[in-house]
């Protein structure tokens, strides 16, 4: 069974300070990993999309890496707009199912 | 271009209703998703639909329901509602012409069963 485990659960950090989000998985051959922002009540927002270990991929503050085990959504010097859920979801390629299944997420707040 | 459109954004039920939720995909997705989300549980797959046709299906009880209309456009229904089923309905679409494609969410509805 494909899981996703996502940590921390929670993150606070002031304006400026960089840091960094896990997102560990396992799953039967990796099709895809995603990377979703999303803000209370709405919808996730895509942000990324990773195929195969040693990509990476950059947005403004965040750059996303991928191992065969596991992605980093590094974010840097962030500012107070960056505070939201980030959400990871993984894909396989195995089996012709497309279900990506999602983390949990990691709530991230960023004080001024 | 216009992205996931959804309707309603916020639905009040009571107890053994149903409801129906729509969702208008990105211009050209043939691929919709809907997703159901809830503090405790997270995001859960519902059901996809391609082309008309219900392509995947998640571990949900008979009770939620899905079609697909020519224009893509999507429906989804919940019959007997029970006040578990309060949670936020999200939709999702890709061009659906291959697995693995990015999903776009809409906005996503509010269902609060009473």
């Known amino acids: 069974e494909d899981q996703v485990t996502q940590s921390p659960e929670a993150l606070r950090l002031q304006e400026g300070e960089s840091s960094s989000l896990n997102c560990s998985y396992t799953?039967?051959?990796?099709?895809?990993l995603f990377w979703y922002r999303q803000d209370p009540g709405k919808g996730p927002e895509f942000l990324f999309t990773?195929?195969?270990a040693g990509e990476e991929k950059e947005k403004e503050r965040l750059k996303a890496t991928l191992t065969k085990k596991e992605s980093f959504l590094h974010i840097t010097a962030p500012k107070p707009e960056d505070s939201a859920t980030y959400l990871c979801a993984v894909q396989a390629a195995s089996g012709g199912s497309y279900i990506p299944t999602f983390g949990r997420g990691t709530s991230l707040i960023v004080h001024p | 271009k216009a992205g996931v459109t959804q309707t309603p954004r916020y639905l009040i039920k009571t107890r053994g209703q149903q409801v129906t939720l729509s969702c208008s995909p990105i211009?050209?997705?043939?691929?919709v998703s809907w997703y159901q989300q809830t503090p405790g549980q997270g995001l859960q797959f519902l059901f996809e639909y391609f082309s008309e046709t219900q392509r995947n299906k998640g571990n949900f009880p008979g009770r939620f329901s899905g079609r697909q209309f020519s224009n893509s456009r999507s429906e989804m229904n919940v019959s007997t509602l029970e006040l578990g089923d309060s949670a936020l309905y999200l939709c999702?679409?890709?061009?659906?012409?291959?697995?693995?494609?990015?999903?776009?969410f809409g906005p996503g509805t509010r269902l609060l069963v009473l």
């Open positions: 799953v039967s051959g990796l099709r895809g």
């Open positions: 990773l195929y195969s």
């Open positions: 999702a679409s890709s061009g659906g012409a291959s697995s693995g494609e990015t999903q776009y």
């Open positions: 211009s050209g997705h043939r691929s």
